[in-house]
Each structure stands twice: as structure tokens, then as C-alpha cells.
């Protein structure tokens, strides 16, 4: 540390919880920056297994100050809900605190954000996972959001809430969708607000305080920066800046206190919704992706799309979020593969390009691939670089190259202490 900003390099899900998880447990604040309850973070530790949605995933360190940023949007039944799940396996949450500016999701967000997307067809369905994060966010941007802060103020609260609902019931009576009535959601912001009061803070001191003296603070980031609103694959793309960039507005840093970005890698791609996805596998192999990983959506169960490795798409995300060394996780499921491929370049029309091209060319690629040798034995027990088969250092030695970075961690299971740590942020041995 002493600030790390922990971010997805791919398309999401690469197992940013698992890696927040373990670097919480030395640290004094953990920040979630952005996003919603649209994606999981899976931890698996001592208490048990989770797949966290909203709180970050320091919260198993009793030590570890958490904090739900500015940058996030919260739907607070359902936080309720995670907190009551974390409390029923025992954890207190006294650390838990939530940003005052952070922005609230209301009932009628994922009514919208359904109604959108079932009138969508085809190739233009974005995948969303209908938790109402796109029309939260779009509400912000319009000016016409409510955040956790108004919750605890009635007289504000209601103000804000009955000047704003006529537009949002406008466009539910478009979709044909019955109104929301003004005063059952007065009376459901209120409730929310009694029950979350004493966590909603102003979380500028928090911050401010930690880095002035110079304590251990995680800035954790939801999904990847190929979904990332500016520079991931519009429009099928998050409500929110999933990069690097987004971690010093949504928690509430100045860009000079970040010390380290640790980009999120999966030993493969994998990906859930919808757009353009180059190393998309349909066959055998990807099947076996699937089955291994057990890549399945931790938010909606929905299977994820599976593929190998993508350089491009690694090196992109390198530039764009300033990586000073790369977590690859579940490198294990590769174990099985008598032969691996990884992506290197693109071939579009009569090109060959290793540049990351816009959503429309994007999807009309072929990946040129590179073959590498598997390895056919288990990587479940290592715990140093060297108890890694040579195939696999050298096939992780390849990442490193693409992404221009060194390699920090490599994840061989699930669980918190399978974990290859790297003592330098050296991979020149393979």
C-alpha cells in the first residue's frame, strides 16, 4: 500500500473480492469507489462463502474500517439485506459506514431499467442485470437523484422526492407501467433512513485522516474497464467508471494519493452481457472454462460467456489504469489443458492491428492466437513462484509482457491462503 486502488482489467468478475479480501487483512480502510448491487464480489475465508454485493469486501477484518463511497449507488433494501446476511454469520459490522453522498436506487429504477431492456431486441440488448444502476446514475447526472444523506432529512427528503417522481412516472406510463405513489415512497425512504443513520457520514475526514497519516486504505472497484461508461465497450457498458481514473472522485481522493493500481486478471476471459466479446469460445473448451471456473454470475446465476486470454484487451486496460502490477486469479482452472491459447493481436478486414478498435469494428474482429503448452498437473498447492510448473511461469511471464506489468499475486483457488505472493514484482525467471 499505503493506497492501493484494486480494478477489474478485463470485462469483470476476475476476482477482485478474493484479492481485496486478502490485502484487507493488513489494511486500516477499505473503500468501495462505484457501481451498484449489479455485480458479486465472492469471498471465501474462515466464516464461510459469500458473494457480496454492495459492502466492501474488508468487512471480514474487524480492524478494517469500510466504506460505500460517493461514486456508488445503493438500493437500501437490499443492503439490509447483506448486512442481515453478514450479521446472521456473525459479523458485528460496527466498521461499516456509508458515504452521505452516495446516491440512492428507488423502486422505480428497476422497473425502468427492466422495462428498458425487455424492449430491447436482439444483438441490442445490453445484458443488464435489471437492479435498476443505469437509471440511478442517469438520474444523478440529471440532477434529479436522491442520496443517502436526504434520507435523514424529512423535510428535504420529501421536498426532493415529490418534486422528481412525475418525470419517472412519465416514463413508467410510456412502458404502460402504473405510477409510484409519492406517499408510500416518502414513508419506504424514511424507514431506510432511520435504519442506515447512524452509518451515513460524510466520509471526506475518513479519508483525508488516513492519508495524512499514512495508513493502509483499499480502493476497490465493481466490474472491469471493458465495461468501464467511457472507455469500455459502448453501450454495453456500466452506468459508472469501473477504471482507475474513477477510484479519486467516487471515494474522494486527490490523483496524487494513490501509491499502487493493481489490475485484476483472470488466467482467461470471461464475460456476462451483452457486446462484442473476441475470445469467445462456443466449443468443448470453452465448456470446460465454464465448469471448472464455475463461471456463473454471483448477482443473477446467469452463465458467463468464456474464452482465453486476451493481450489486447490486457493492454488496453494496462494503459488506461496506470498498472503497477497485475493479481492473475484462477490460474488453476487451466490446469487441465493439454494446450492454452492467448490472444495477441486482431485481424480486422485485411489488418492486423493490436489496438483496442471502437464497439462497431470491435465486433467483427478475429483474435489471432498464440499456442502455449499446458501444464496437466495441479497448481492447488503452490504457495512461491517456483512450486508453479515451468509451463505456467512461462505462460504468466507472457501476461506480464502484454500488460507491461509485473505480476504481484497468482490466486490457485478460491480460498484466502491459495495464494502464489510474490515477495518482488518479478517474473523475469520463468
Not at 446514475?137 to 444523506?149: E, H, M, Q, V
Not at 424507514?191 to 483499499?218: F, H, M, Q, S, Y
Not at 454471483?298 to 452463465?303: D, V
Not at 493490436?354 to 501444464?375: C, F, K, M, N, S
Request: aromatic content about 8%; charged content about 25%; glycine content about 10%.
Amino acid at each position: 500500500m499505503p493506497v492501493t486502488a484494486v480494478v477489474g482489467a478485463q470485462w469483470g468478475d476476475e476476482g477482485k473480492g478474493r484479492v481485496v479480501d486478502y490485502l484487507a487483512q493488513r489494511a486500516d480502510l477499505v473503500v468501495r469507489f462505484q457501481g451498484g448491487d449489479n455485480a458479486g464480489h465472492t469471498v471465501v475465508n474462515s466464516v464461510g462463502e459469500f458473494a457480496l454485493h454492495m459492502i466492501p469486501s474488508g468487512v471480514f477484518n474487524p480492524e478494517t474500517t469500510c466504506v460505500v463511497g460517493a461514486g456508488t449507488v445503493v438500493n437500501p433494501a437490499n443492503l439490509l439485506d447483506e448486512m442481515q446476511t453478514l450479521h446472521d454469520a456473525g459479523l458485528a459490522l460496527d466498521n461499516l459506514f456509508l458515504a452521505r453522498r452516495a446516491h440512492v436506487v428507488l423502486p422505480q429504477h428497476p422497473q425502468l431499467d427492466a422495462l428498458a431492456e425487455a424492449a430491447r431486441s436482439g444483438d441490442d440488448k445490453i445484458g443488464t442485470t435489471k437492479r435498476g444502476i443505469g437509471p440511478a446514475y442517469a438520474d444523478k447526472a440529471a440532477r434529479i437523484g436522491i442520496r443517502l444523506g436526504d434520507l435523514t432529512r424529512p423535510a428535504w427528503l420529501e421536498r426532493r422526492l415529490r418534486q422528481t417522481l412525475p418525470a419517472r412516472n412519465r416514463a413508467l406510463a410510456e412502458f404502460g407501467a402504473p405510477p409510484i405513489d409519492a406517499d408510500a415512497l416518502v414513508a419506504q425512504c424514511l424507514a431506510w433512513g432511520e435504519a442506515l443513520r447512524g452509518r451515513i457520514v460524510d466520509t471526506v475526514p475518513l479519508l483525508r485522516d488516513a492519508v495524512r497519516d499514512r495508513k493502509r486504505v483499499l480502493l476497490e472497484g465493481q466490474l472491469g474497464v471493458m465495461r468501464d461508461l467511457d472507455w469500455g465497450i459502448y453501450p454495453f457498458v456500466t452506468s459508472s467508471n469501473p477504471a482507475a481514473g474513477g477510484a479519486y472522485s467516487g471515494a474522494g481522493l486527490p490523483p496524487r494519493a494513490i501509491d499502487t493500481v493493481l489490475g485484476v486478471v483472470k488466467a482467461y476471459s470471461t464475460a456476462v452481457g451483452g457486446g462484442p466479446f473476441p475470445c469467445e469460445l462456443t466449443d468443448a473448451a470453452g465448456e470446460q472454462l465454464r465448469a471448472v471456473g464455475k463461471e456463473y454470475g454471483a448477482t443473477t446465476g446467469r452463465p458467463r460467456r468464456c474464452g482465453w486470454f486476451d493481450g489486447v484487451s490486457i493492454s488496453y486496460a494496462a494503459w488506461l489504469n496506470g498498472f503497477t502490477a497485475l493479481a492473475v486469479t484462477k490460474l488453476d482452472v487451466l490446469d487441465g489443458f493439454e494446450e492454452i491459447k492467448l490472444c495477441t493481436g486482431y485481424r480486422l478486414g485485411g489488418e492486423v492491428i493490436d489496438r483496442l478498435p471502437d464497439t462497431a469494428d470491435l465486433a467483427h474482429v478475429e483474435p489471432i492466437y498464440e499456442t502455449w503448452p499446458g501444464w496437466m498437473t495441479s497448481t492447488r498447492d503452490a504457495r512461491t513462484w517456483h512450486e508453479l510448473p515451468k509451463a505456467a511461469r512461462s505462460y504468466l511471464h507472457r501476461i506480464a509482457e502484454l500488460a507491461d506489468a509485473p505480476i504481484r499475486y497468482v490466486s490457485v483457488g478460491p480460498g484466502r491462503s491459495e495464494l502464489v505472493v510474490l515477495d518482488t514484482y518479478e517474473v523475469s525467471g520463468r
